[in-house]
């Protein structure tokens, strides 16, 4: 599925494509879906794993997951958000090669958010996002 989705790192802004991500993106007419935020909670009800990383790939899992039941691709994101309970330069070291690898060149709005807890006190990574796909 391909959508209408212009992006813009203007040169009045930090480049934000260098470091994988755009400062602006405008999604064309259509509608949007707005995908809650997915934390390490494995479809199958297992146990949350304690590493940052394993919590990340099954977050990255279940994006793909939505991306899928919405028939759209990471091409298709808008807008993501990230909320990390430890948000340092070394824990987005350990999160930004599976971010992306996961939106393999696809360059949405991208925000960090660093915060005091999430749903349950195990949880260490939560990602939501906005998706223009193309029919709903």
């Not at 509608?31 to 990340?56: C, I, K, R």
């Not at 990471?74 to 340092?88: K, N």
């Amino acid at each position: 599925m391909s959508s209408q989705i212009t992006r813009l790192n203007p040169t009045s802004l930090p480049d934000a494509r260098k470091v994988g991500y755009s400062q602006i993106s405008i999604a064309g007419p259509g509608a949007l879906a707005f995908v809650s935020g997915q934390v390490a909670w494995p479809a199958d009800g297992g146990q949350v794993p304690a590493s940052l990383g394993e919590q990340t790939a099954i977050v990255i899992s279940n994006l793909e997951n939505a991306l899928a039941e919405l028939e759209c691709r990471a091409e298709d994101i808008v807008q993501m958000r990230v909320y990390m309970t430890d948000l340092t330069p070394e824990t987005q070291a350990m999160v930004m090669p599976q971010l992306l690898s996961f939106l393999g060149g696809a360059q949405p709005s991208l925000t960090g958010i660093g915060v005091s807890a999430l749903a349950a006190p195990d949880l260490k990574i939560e990602i939501e996002m906005v998706v223009q796909p193309e029919t709903i």
